[in-house]
């Protein structure tokens, strides 16, 4: 997929244009500056990259591993307006529904229910996440 990929930009880099269909969305966004998303024959969106992340709303999930899960700390972490919550054993994950960095609001509020935390990971935000989003949307 690597030469593939490089064989694409250098065509791109030589002005012409290059319509890439692909469910593999990691290397759409490798590769591609502008996308159509397509959801059982309806096109659901087409523009560049971040329009497609800002159309489909924040995405971003947090993943938190603390050194002791407690029903206080998912109290507090549910407590939170701007995210939803699930846990498995000593890791929780924010589905967050803000774009701001709200880190800190997160570690007081594990700090304030006893928990310690050992690891803050972002993930999510990527043209996959768009495209659940927009799909989502769709079904509604």
């Not at 990929?5 to 500056?33: N, P, W, Y």
């Not at 971003?60 to 846990?87: C, G, M, P, W, Y």
């Not at 800190?104 to 304030?112: H, L, T, W, Y």
């Amino acid at each position: 997929m690597v030469e593939v990929r490089d064989m694409v930009k250098e065509i791109v880099k030589g002005g012409q244009t290059v319509f890439f269909s692909s469910h593999l969305l990691a290397e759409v966004q490798q590769i591609c500056d502008h996308v159509s998303i397509i959801n059982n024959g309806n096109m659901l969106f087409t523009g560049t990259l971040d329009e497609v992340a800002s159309k489909a709303g924040p995405s971003r999930r947090l993943v938190l591993e603390v050194q002791k899960a407690s029903d206080s700390i998912l109290h507090a972490l549910k407590a939170l307006s701007f995210a939803t919550v699930n846990t498995n054993d000593n890791t929780y994950t924010l589905h967050l529904k803000t774009k701001d960095d709200v880190r800190a609001e997160i570690s007081r509020a594990v700090s304030a229910a006893g928990g310690v935390i050992l690891r803050m990971q972002e993930e999510g935000g990527g043209l996959e996440d768009a495209f659940m989003s927009l799909v989502g949307k769709e079904a509604e």
